[in-house]
């Protein structure tokens, strides 16, 4: 008996079910994604926040007198999401009692202050300034 011409490829239930395996892989990954995004915004921040705590010291170093920086926050959701950002605060000014603020807000901002003339009661970065005064990180 003689075949008929037969086609090699796959079935269409073969194809949905191809479909439908990458589209529950795409939801669950898309979740974790989004969080670990945020996770690198909230690191950024906490650089910039660093950096603009730097330039504020240098300036009241240099001037003698009180400094003031304001830094734009990437962070897109309210709050901290890694439990040690509020821990690198405090060891930015020496002591958790100058960070105000419970977190940041969505799209928020952060304001570096160096007031001059207090000393400093914590042993980090600023206690070693030149100048006598302390940080002060408002967030917002």
Known sequence: MK????????????????????????????????????????????ANIRSAYAEVVLDAIEDNSAAK?????????AGWKTTDAAQTLADICGDASYVLGSGPSAAGSAEIEWVAGTSASGSGESATAAVEGHCTITLS
């Open 3 to 46: 075949k008929l011409h037969t086609k090699a490829g796959f079935t269409l239930a073969e194809l949905l079910i191809v479909v439908a395996i990458i589209a529950v892989l795409v939801a669950i990954a898309i979740p974790v994604f989004s969080a670990q995004l945020e996770k690198s915004r909230e690191a950024t921040d906490l």
């Open 69 to 77: 920086k304001t830094v734009t926050l990437k962070q897109q959701e």
